[in-house]
């Protein structure tokens, strides 16, 4: 009877650790397509509950007059406030997780707003269906309520979400 318990108890943990092993699998992130967004949409699954990521790092720099620079000389040095270079820098890496604000699927300008909060500050990237290419790429980024065009000399991110499934 014992051993029959014993048994019992080693399949159970065999059997326990294989369903948590098949679980754990690798999360790998994969482009947003519009394969995967009618996927979602067509089975009623919304796309508030994914996390969102960029493919690619992303620095903001904004070159806006209208921002009034606090500043003072010391020492000889031009030195500004960090308020100020706060304000006109925001670093973006792959890690940092989105949140869907909205996802306007008017034909032809399908468009995800992604809210990142980044340095205090709330960020919000605007990707921009590609067809060609079958994903949604960044073209514009709201900061502290102002919108503003991106423009990289490399590539600009595109939408990533994370999945056990990698596509390709």
């Not at 108890?9 to 650790?17: A, M, N």
């Not at 921002?67 to 973006?92: A, E, H, R, T």
């Not at 300008?109 to 590609?130: A, L, M």
Request: glycine residues 4%.
């Amino acid at each position: 009877m014992k051993r029959k318990g014993l048994f019992i108890i080693v399949c159970l943990c065999v059997l326990s650790v294989n369903v948590f092993a098949q679980e754990a699998r690798q999360i790998n992130r994969v482009p947003v397509s519009w394969d995967v967004v009618e996927m979602l949409v067509n089975s009623k699954s919304n796309l508030n509950e994914l996390n969102y990521f960029l493919s690619v790092p992303l620095t903001i720099l904004i070159d806006d007059k209208s921002i009034d620079p606090s500043f003072q000389i010391n020492n000889g040095n031009l030195l500004y406030s960090d308020q100020y270079l706060n304000l006109i820098k925001v670093d973006l890496n792959i890690n940092h997780q989105g949140r869907l604000h909205i996802f306007y699927d008017t034909p032809g300008n399908e468009i995800f707003e992604v809210i990142f909060v980044i340095q205090n500050r709330y960020v919000t990237i605007r990707f921009k269906r590609n067809v060609h290419l079958n994903n949604f790429i960044a073209f514009s980024a709201i900061i502290n309520g102002r919108p503003y065009s991106l423009s990289s000399e490399t590539e600009l991110p595109i939408l990533m979400i994370g999945s056990n499934f990698n596509l390709r």
